[in-house]
């Protein structure tokens, strides 16, 4: 999305016509290190969720993908309770935003870079 320059309402659009023709999707996104650093981390992400909520009507054919920008081929790696934090936050949002059923039945992973070190731990994270 970065390399290409698609906007969230972009995304938004290719989720909701991949929904409608049948298709589940993984939508993936996070913010760039920059915005992890001044801490925008939640603002970020919230809005790309905000931009996605009109194109999806069915939720159960959705699972979300976290993948910070900044943990991608860097050779940085988010830490599993850094990801965890940020998981809690997107399923309140979902649950402030969506619903209390959509908030515990969406699955949301992680998609960024890990290493032998973490990916143990990322894995044991509910």
Same mark, same amino acid.
């Given at each position: 999305?970065? #390399?290409?320059? &698609? *906007?969230?309402?972009? @995304?938004?659009?290719? @989720?909701?016509?991949? !929904?409608?023709?049948? !298709?589940?999707?993984?939508?993936?996104?996070? &913010?760039?290190?920059?915005?992890?650093?001044?801490?925008?981390?939640? &603002?970020? $992400?919230?809005?790309?969720?905000?931009?996605?909520? +009109?194109?999806? *009507?069915?939720? *159960?054919?959705? $699972?979300?993908?976290?993948?910070? $920008?900044?943990?991608?081929?860097?050779?940085?790696?988010?830490?599993?309770?850094?990801?965890?934090? $940020?998981?809690?936050?997107?399923?309140?949002?979902?649950?402030?935003?969506?619903?209390?059923? #959509?908030?515990?039945?969406?699955? @949301? @992973?992680?998609?960024?870079?890990?290493?032998?070190?973490?990916?143990?731990? !990322?894995?044991?994270? +509910?």
């Amino acid at each position: 999305r970065n #390399v290409f320059g &698609e *906007s969230d309402q972009l @995304i938004s659009e290719k @989720i909701g016509f991949a !929904l409608s023709e049948g !298709l589940k999707v993984i939508p993936c996104f996070g &913010e760039q290190l920059a915005e992890r650093e001044s801490g925008k981390t939640k &603002e970020v $992400v919230f809005a790309q969720l905000a931009a996605m909520k +009109p194109n999806i *009507s069915d939720w *159960s054919k959705v $699972v979300l993908a976290y993948e910070p $920008v900044w943990a991608i081929g860097t050779g940085k790696t988010a830490s599993p309770a850094q990801a965890q934090e $940020v998981h809690a936050q997107l399923r309140q949002w979902l649950r402030e935003n969506i619903s209390e059923q #959509v908030a515990t039945s969406t699955r @949301i @992973i992680y998609g960024g870079s890990v290493t032998a070190g973490t990916c143990k731990e !990322l894995a044991s994270q +509910p």
